[in-house]
């Protein structure tokens, strides 16, 4: 007698006929022990007889079962084909608007949100959009502050060092914020992250450091102080134009206050200052500024950090001793404009006006046949050409724009096959490396064939996997 917990998965076609006419009897019941399967018996099909059961039972626990689909043989159910065989098929980019801006491919991401390219469409200047989620920022500590405050103080800036806002968007039902930018082709970070010194010259520091000083200038006027200085948050425009940009723990000084005194200490842990490392209840709020302009100098000229730490404890207790070395290499006036912008004591660090007319800012340092660190290119494209047009073109006109660009004959096709993806990739790598060869004579060509190798494969946008008809494959 079968139990009552146990339940039929599959029947025999005679036993469900038998069981319709309603002379099915118990005694056609049977259980299907597990049985163990050899090498030999793997490569055998399986048996789908008239007489192929399988039960399962709802008290037990399911290891046996598993054990069942283990040993299935899978080269029953998948066929195996040639990558030869493969063929991927070109997905048409979909048009997407937002107000008047069209909307291009990602540029990066951010605690935050994303970054996307846009054009303007009725000016046709390229543009930059955050894309901020309400939902995501709620779970960021004063994430909806931080945005609020950065778009307030970005409303009434307008200087050609500081990010400039040109238009705020909200689309209420997917509770999104769009927040229409300037157009910056990367960061200070992804330079010296593309270098295998992670450093700049001397020469190409000064002009980054100069404008930064007067962006700072320029913030320090509007009584704003940034508190977060950093690689990171320096852009370049695509006239090689510093800009500064995360203004989302910055503070605006009261207007009748009598000095730029703070209480709150923001921003990365290892471009702090002292006085906040140490705790200290009240500091000079301008002079959190210059220390990590200093962090900042020391960074881009070294490669190194000056104060590290195995965690922020570490850090913090190193940072609030000020103690620290410079590389031999970094020899006089940068040597002391750095111990003057990293002095402990925030009343004896360097203003502003001290590091404007210090010797090694109003005199340009030689460049001693040091080539130019380049931008590194995006996604393998070393002229960060308009991701928007490829949507256009898709939208306005049949042929896709990787047809119409086509080097091989000169044919238009749809479907690409594994070795086009290939040549393609190899041609990119090849244009990648004449035109770091041509830029930088010297040793940067292979730090920039190096950031094309980490590109990834398929540049091309792949909406489906397709299989050509081969004889003697039968669907499964």
Known sequence: MMDSN?????????????????????????????????????????????????????????????????????????????????????????????????????????????????????????????????????????????????????????????????????????????????????????????????????????????????????????????????????????????????LGVAETIDLFAKDDTCFIGQGSPAFQPPEIANGLEFFPGFKVDIWSSGVTLYNITTGQYPFEGDNIYRLFESIGKGEFTIPSEIQEPLRGLLIGMLEKDPYSRFSLQQIKRHSWCTRQPPSEGLPKVPVPPLRGDVWHSLTVLPYLIDHYYDEPLEDMNSEDDGSRHEYITERQLNEMDERRKQRDQTFVVAENSNGNAQSSSSSSKKSSRWKKTISCMSFRTIPGCKQS
């Open 6 to 246: 146990m339940c039929q998965a599959s029947k025999s076609f005679d036993s469900e006929t038998a069981e319709a006419d309603g002379s099915y009897e118990e005694d056609h019941e049977q259980e299907i022990a597990n049985a163990e399967f050899g090498e030999a018996d793997e490569l055998k099909p399986v048996d789908s007889g008239a007489n192929s059961q399988l039960w399962i039972t709802r008290n037990s626990s399911h290891a046996d079962f598993e054990d069942d689909l283990e040993n299935i043989n899978i080269s029953n159910f998948f066929h195996r084909v040639d990558s030869d065989q493969i063929i991927y098929q070109s997905k048409k980019r979909r048009l997407k608007l937002v107000g008047k801006y069209v909307m291009g491919d990602l540029l990066g991401e951010g605690s935050y949100g994303k970054v996307k390219e846009m054009l303007d469409s009725e000016t046709l200047c390229r543009r930059a959009v955050k894309i901020l989620k309400q939902r995501k920022l709620r779970r960021i500590p004063n994430g909806e502050q931080n945005v609020q405050r950065e778009i307030k103080l970005l409303r009434k800036l307008n200087h050609q060092n500081v990010i400039k806002l040109f238009d705020e968007l909200h689309n209420y039902e997917k509770q999104k914020m769009y927040l229409i930018m300037e157009f910056c082709v990367g960061s200070l970070q992804t330079m010296l992250d593309s270098t295998p010194d992670k450093k700049f010259p001397q020469w190409q520091a000064h002009g980054y450091f100069l404008q930064l000083i007067e962006g700072l200038e320029y913030l320090h006027s509007m009584r704003i102080i940034h508190k977060d200085i950093k690689p990171g948050n320096l852009l370049l425009s695509l006239e090689n134009q510093l800009k500064i940009s995360d």
